[in-house]
């Protein structure tokens, strides 16, 4: 009877805890819903309030718990949409692959997706998005323009010009039609210009059109004008990476590398894009020197931190930490040419010429094309026994074939097999500084410099003293100039540059020194004294120096400064 009463008492303990279990659980999935409810609902109204970032940021790393397939479905198409809104590729290709459907069920996921699957010429697939939204989107310009685009990249030209042909949109919606028109006219200048400014007058703060403008411009030679034309499309779509980074090329092709590297320190309100983040950490170390501060690397929409790839306080090129690895081993990054130059600088810094070599014959076309000049030239330094009196360098190209404004340097490495003015026993350092230097990457020169520290340096060509006291100038300051400069007086572009510097340091009478004594075969010291003389007030000076110089006489400057003695009442012919 005891076992009995025993046994019933722990079957109802067993059902008690059994319903208790069941009801807490039922009570903790209905909480859960609750609050994957509410999150979801303050995600869309951070998106709505103009925080997308935010917002996909607290969805990705707070996925709903407990969740039924209705909110599991909500969470990830409010993902899709976002990273739409985001322009997130990342994501959009990511669910592209793993959700086809419901990214496509998303307007402008689809679009963006659709686009991908465009530069991977998957045709067909793209071709079953555009039949499903052109007819009912309340954007079928963008459609359209994606059509034609298939056509185009499958290569029927006339086919896509006929498409194009077939219809118009009312005022800006236009614009899309207009500018693929305006390519396919490439042979036919006025006509494609024709449907450029049809464009340009239907909306003037459009990027794209002020892109195309810009091509246009600089197409002809008109630089002033595509410069203009970059950075008012910039201006147009300040958000947009394409059109800064558009701007940034721009100055980079016309040598105009402190402009490129200023552009993009200023502008970005959100970080740089990783493939901008990284151009920047590049020139900045090669060109400028590294700011105290590096702008945000801008990932998945949001400004984080960037890896070290460089610790500044050593003045490396490549820290080869598993964090800078772990970076340049990604996709998107494996091929960098900043990357590849940025390791091969880093093997000459450390002495490692036969790994330098190694890297260097290893550059894909791609690399090699951020700097051809300064390949080769490396390429037959590190080959080159350059402490052999015998010494002989064979060279690659014909002198005829040398564009204009090649530097000197490059001029006697690559076309004259020699190196022009530079001391055989000079160390392997100072030649790649030579090379730096002729391409114009001066903080990477300064790092391999050693003029001021070996005795031996001062061999050196006149440019390159001149080049270097420059690149201290502005990279260090114009005492470090000062100092380095006063080593090579000897050279008059050197003497006529220091006495630059000596006015700048408001060391007046040594300016007046050094210029006096270069005036008589430098024109540029002529009428630099003339200037120091006339903005001291010196008039005696200045008539006496006007007098002596017959040809700064003749000058514009000259007939300016003389313009001026007449106003004060003192002509000079009466003197």
């Given at each position: 009877?005891?076992y009995?009463?025993?046994?019933?008492?722990?079957?109802?303990l067993?059902?008690?805890?059994?319903?208790s279990?069941f009801?807490?659980?039922?009570?903790?999935?209905?909480?859960?819903?609750?609050?994957n409810?509410?999150q979801?609902?303050?995600?869309?109204?951070?998106?709505?309030?103009?925080?997308?970032?935010?917002?996909?940021?607290?969805l990705?790393e707070?996925?709903?718990?407990?969740?039924?397939?209705?909110?599991?479905?909500?969470?990830?198409?409010?993902?899709?949409g976002?990273?739409?809104?985001l322009?997130n590729?990342?994501?959009?290709?990511?669910?592209?692959?793993?959700?086809?459907?419901k990214?496509?069920?998303?307007h402008?996921?689809?679009?963006?997706w659709?686009?991908?699957?465009?530069?991977?010429r998957k045709?067909?697939?793209?071709?079953a998005?555009?039949?499903?939204?052109?007819?009912r989107?309340?954007?079928?310009?963008?459609?359209?323009?994606l059509?034609?685009?298939?056509?185009?990249?499958?290569?029927?030209?006339?086919?896509?010009?006929?498409f194009?042909?077939?219809?118009t949109?009312?005022?800006?919606?236009?614009?899309?039609?207009?500018?693929?028109?305006?390519?396919?006219e490439?042979?036919d200048?006025?006509?494609?210009?024709?449907?450029?400014?049809?464009a340009?007058?239907?909306?003037?703060?459009?990027?794209d059109?002020?892109?195309?403008?810009g091509?246009?411009?600089?197409?002809?030679?008109?630089r002033f004008?595509?410069?203009?034309e970059?950075?008012?499309?910039?201006l147009?779509?300040?958000?947009?990476?394409?059109?800064?980074?558009?701007?940034?090329?721009?100055?980079?092709?016309?040598?105009?590398?402190?402009?490129?590297i200023d552009?993009l320190?200023a502008?970005?309100?959100?970080g740089?894009?990783?493939?901008?983040?990284?151009?920047?950490?590049?020139y900045?170390?090669?060109?400028t020197?590294?700011?105290?501060?590096?702008?945000?690397?801008?990932?998945?929409?949001?400004?984080?931190?960037?890896?070290?790839?460089?610790?500044?306080?050593?003045?490396?090129?490549?820290?080869?930490?598993?964090?800078s690895?772990s970076?340049?081993?990604?996709?998107?990054?494996?091929?960098?040419?900043?990357?590849?130059?940025?390791?091969?600088?880093?093997?000459?810094?450390?002495?490692?010429?036969?790994d330098?070599?190694?890297l260097?014959?290893?550059?894909?076309?791609?690399?090699?094309?951020?700097?051809p000049?300064?390949?080769?030239?490396?390429?037959?330094?590190?080959?080159?026994?350059?402490?052999?009196?015998?010494?002989?360098?064979?060279a690659k190209?014909?002198?005829?074939?040398?564009?204009i404004?090649?530097?000197?340097?490059?001029?006697?490495?690559l076309?004259?097999?020699?190196?022009g003015?530079?001391?055989?026993?000079?160390?392997?350092?100072?030649?790649?500084?030579?090379?730096?230097?002729?391409?114009?990457?001066?903080?990477?020169?300064?790092?391999?410099?050693?003029?001021?520290?070996?005795?031996?340096?001062?061999?050196?060509p006149?440019?390159y003293?001149?080049g270097m006291?420059?690149?201290?100038?502005?990279n260090?300051?114009?005492?470090?100039?000062?100092?380095?400069?006063?080593?090579?007086?000897?050279?008059?572009?050197?003497?006529?540059?220091?006495?630059?510097?000596?006015?700048a340091?408001?060391?007046?009478?040594?300016?007046?020194?050094?210029?006096?004594?270069?005036?008589?075969?430098n024109?540029?010291a002529?009428?630099?004294?003339?200037?120091?003389?006339?903005?001291?007030?010196?008039?005696?000076?200045l008539?006496?120096?006007?007098?002596?110089?017959?040809n700064?006489?003749?000058?514009?400057?000259?007939?300016?400064?003389?313009?001026?003695?007449?106003?004060?009442?003192?002509?000079?012919a009466?003197?």
């Amino acid at each position: 009877m005891f076992y009995k009463k025993l046994i019933i008492g722990f079957l109802i303990l067993a059902i008690l805890g059994a319903v208790s279990f069941f009801g807490i659980s039922q009570y903790r999935e209905r909480a859960a819903q609750r609050r994957n409810q509410d999150q979801l609902a303050s995600i869309r109204g951070l998106a709505k309030s103009g925080n997308p970032q935010l917002a996909l940021r607290l969805l990705t790393e707070n996925p709903p718990r407990f969740a039924s397939d209705d909110i599991k479905t909500k969470w990830l198409e409010e993902e899709i949409g976002l990273s739409a809104q985001l322009r997130n590729m990342n994501r959009i290709e990511f669910w592209g692959n793993f959700a086809e459907e419901k990214v496509v069920n998303h307007h402008d996921a689809a679009y963006l997706w659709a686009r991908l699957l465009l530069s991977q010429r998957k045709f067909p697939r793209v071709e079953a998005i555009i039949q499903s939204w052109m007819p009912r989107s309340d954007e079928p310009e963008i459609w359209f323009a994606l059509k034609a685009d298939e056509l185009l990249l499958r290569g029927e030209i006339e086919l896509a010009g006929q498409f194009l042909n077939s219809r118009t949109f009312e005022g800006e919606r236009d614009l899309p039609r207009l500018l693929r028109l305006y390519i396919l006219e490439q042979n036919d200048q006025e006509a494609g210009m024709a449907y450029l400014m049809e464009a340009f007058s239907k909306n003037s703060k459009n990027a794209d059109t002020r892109s195309f403008l810009g091509q246009f411009f600089e197409s002809q030679g008109k630089r002033f004008l595509a410069e203009r034309e970059y950075v008012a499309a910039y201006l147009c779509d300040p958000e947009n990476p394409i059109y800064l980074e558009q701007l940034f090329e721009y100055y980079l092709r016309h040598k105009k590398i402190h402009l490129a590297i200023d552009t993009l320190r200023a502008s970005p309100s959100k970080g740089l894009v990783d493939t901008l983040w990284l151009k920047h950490l590049f020139y900045s170390r090669v060109v400028t020197g590294l700011p105290e501060e590096l702008p945000a690397l801008q990932m998945m929409g949001e400004m984080v931190e960037g890896p070290q790839l460089i610790d500044s306080k050593v003045r490396c090129f490549w820290n080869p930490s598993e964090e800078s690895e772990s970076f340049a081993s990604g996709s998107r990054f494996q091929q960098r040419p900043e990357v590849a130059w940025l390791k091969l600088l880093q093997a000459l810094k450390c002495e490692r010429y036969e790994d330098a070599y190694k890297l260097l014959l290893v550059l894909t076309p791609n690399q090699r094309r951020l700097a051809p000049n300064l390949a080769d030239t490396l390429e037959i330094i590190l080959r080159t026994d350059l402490r052999s009196e015998n010494s002989h360098i064979i060279a690659k190209r014909d002198p005829a074939t040398a564009p204009i404004g090649t530097h000197p340097f490059f001029l006697d490495v690559l076309y004259h097999g020699q190196f022009g003015g530079m001391n055989p026993r000079a160390p392997t350092q100072q030649y790649v500084a030579a090379a730096l230097l002729a391409e114009g990457w001066m903080e990477a020169a300064l790092t391999f410099q050693t003029a001021h520290k070996a005795q031996h340096s001062r061999i050196v060509p006149d440019w390159y003293a001149f080049g270097m006291t420059q690149t201290l100038r502005y990279n260090r300051g114009m005492d470090e100039a000062a100092t380095f400069a006063e080593r090579f007086v000897h050279f008059p572009m050197v003497q006529v540059l220091l006495g630059e510097i000596e006015i700048a340091r408001g060391n007046i009478q040594n300016a007046k020194d050094l210029l006096k004594d270069a005036a008589y075969h430098n024109h540029r010291a002529a009428s630099l004294l003339a200037a120091l003389y006339y903005s001291l007030g010196e008039e005696q000076q200045l008539k006496e120096h006007l007098n002596t110089h017959p040809n700064l006489m003749n000058s514009p400057e000259g007939q300016v400064l003389f313009s001026q003695l007449n106003t004060i009442g003192q002509p000079l012919a009466n003197q």
